[in-house]
């Protein structure tokens, strides 16, 4: 790590909870690749407060800031300069500071499509996809997803509300794209999985070690994918239970990291050393 000085530039990711994160890893080990003088924090964040807290983190000379659960809803509700990113997924993950004030982005769906890209050499054309979760990255997800041409995709949330409000969303932006609701309930989910060819997991459940996943083993089968948006364990309970019932699953490490790369080069102008990144990321998840 490079040492600081009066002339470090901080960069941030607000969360709430967020000790979680493995952003300010990949995110220092890129400035220091690079010889910037710049260092990447965490700060727990709450909601109510988000919208004093940015404009403050501007004021004091910060760089850039990225967003986690549950803020990213939060802040696209309460800025008014969008990118078309954040304008298209109803949510914002990241955020730039201009001399105009703060703009809004949203880098969570490339992320995903550089990642399943990856993980599965997996095209999302013509597929029947399953988004567990309906919050702010699941609703990048599943927009992104039909936005790609996803032929169906089956929404499930235990608060159900947000699956209707994310259907009809998707309707005006990608009508080809056929939508159902899979209800409030795990047993109501277990009915529409086995019809996915790819399964996500789009909520915190997996983030804590005790966590149980709503979808038992026999949700999944062989030659199905399974992508969990949490990345902070190398197996977390949804991919357990994915690869015990059969299908190839993954963790999240891959999306945060092309998100993350994305956000770099919106702050800094500079291509994200994204060798690097990996790097540590891995490092740090799997030692």
Known sequence: MR??????????????PIGHTLSPVMHNAAFES?????????????????????????????????LTVPLKEVAFKGLVDLDDSARRLGAVNTVEFTAQGLRGHNTD???FLLAIEEA??????????????????????????????????????????RCRNLARDIATLA???????????????MQKTHQASLIIQASPVGMNAADTCPLPPTSFKP?????????NRPETCFTR?????????VNGLGMLLHQGAEAFTIWTKKPAAVAIMRKALETALYG
Request: hydrophobic content about 50%.
């Open 34 to 66: 690079l010889g910037l003088d710049a260092i990447y924090l965490a700060f727990d964040v709450a909601p109510a407060n988000l919208l004093a807290v940015l404009p403050a983190m501007q004021a004091m000379g910060f760089g850039g800031v990225n």
């Open 175 to 189: 009508p080809g794209t056929h939508i159902e609701v899979a209800g409030a309930t795990p047993e109501q989910w």
């Open 120 to 161: 599965f050499h997996y095209s999302i054309k013509n597929q029947t996809l399953f988004v567990m979760g309906c919050g702010g990255a699941g609703r990048a997800v599943a927009i992104t997803a039909a936005s790609e041409g996803a032929g169906r995709l089956i929404l499930a949330d235990i608060d159900e509300s």
């Open 3 to 16: 040492a600081l000085s009066g002339h470090t530039q901080p960069f941030a990711v607000l969360g709430h």
């Open 109 to 111: 769906g490339k992320g």
């Open 223 to 231: 030659g199905q994918l399974a992508f969990d948006l949490v990345y």
């Open 241 to 249: 239970a994915a690869t015990a019932g059969g299908a190839q699953a």
